[in-house]
């Protein structure tokens, strides 16, 4: 089955700077990769998703990349606020969904 | 108001009974899944249903069961066989597979 792994568990970043979070994954035929945000006590969230047939895609201070090769897919964060502090957690989907599978996630602090 | 919501918010149980979690969804989404979610880890497929009266096991489906009878209601029964139930259980529906999954939010059982 699916397999996926998110870099780094933990990150900590100055307000203003940007964030980056890594995941991969392991079956070739998953082509859905949402990301989403869980804030403290609160359900995830979606923030941004792509699909297999795009390899970039931008929101506001929000971007992910996918590399289908290399089987990895980054979340990228801008200009970071310390509303921005939360979880966050990447997944992985076929079409099928059989494979829906999320990674560990990643505690992101913005310091003030 | 449209959405998934999950009931109780907290529950108690003593070790050795069973208990249901309600999930129930007014999206007309056909996909519903279960996840466990355990303090600082990520989350984990339990069961998941593409359709009524169907159902899959997830990762750790061992200790729990679920039932589809209604398009809009996938309740998770916890039973005395999960050895460790104590947890933050998370459901989520979308309208196909490979698509923006929404979150209730959440039920955190305690088992004493």
């Known amino acids: 089955g699916e397999n996926v792994e998110q870099h780094p568990s933990t990150l900590s970043v100055q307000e203003g700077d940007s964030a980056v979070i890594k995941c991969t994954y392991s079956d070739s035929a998953s082509n859905y990769f949402p990301w989403y945000k869980q804030e403290l006590g609160k359900r995830p969230q979606l923030i941004i998703d792509?699909?297999?047939?795009?390899g970039e895609k931008k929101d506001q201070r929000i971007a992910v990349t996918l590399n289908k090769t290399a089987k990895h897919f980054s979340l990228h964060i801008t200009e970071t606020q310390p509303e921005d502090s939360a979880v966050y957690f990447c997944?992985?989907?076929?079409?099928?969904?059989?494979?829906?599978?999320f990674g560990p996630g990643t505690r992101l602090s913005v310091l003030p | 108001d449209g959405g998934i919501t999950q009931s109780p918010k907290y529950l108690f149980r003593k070790e050795g009974q069973n208990v249901t979690l309600s999930c129930e969804q007014n999206?007309?989404?056909?996909?519903m899944y279960w996840y466990r979610q355990d303090p600082g880890q990520g989350l984990r497929l339990i069961y998941y249903?593409?359709?009524?009266?169907?159902?899959q096991k997830g990762d750790i489906a061992e200790g729990y069961s679920v039932s589809r009878e209604k398009k809009e209601s996938f309740p998770l029964t916890v039973t005395s066989a999960q050895k460790n139930p104590t947890a933050f259980y998370l459901c989520?529906?979308?309208?196909?597979?490979?698509?923006?999954?929404?979150f209730g939010q959440g039920t955190r059982l305690t088992v004493v």
């Open positions: 249903s593409q359709i009524v009266n169907d159902f």
């Open positions: 997944a992985a989907s076929d079409l099928y969904g059989q494979n829906f599978v």
């Open positions: 989520a529906s979308s309208m196909y597979f490979n698509t923006e999954a929404f």
């Open positions: 999206l007309n989404h056909d996909a």
């Open positions: 792509i699909r297999s047939n795009v």
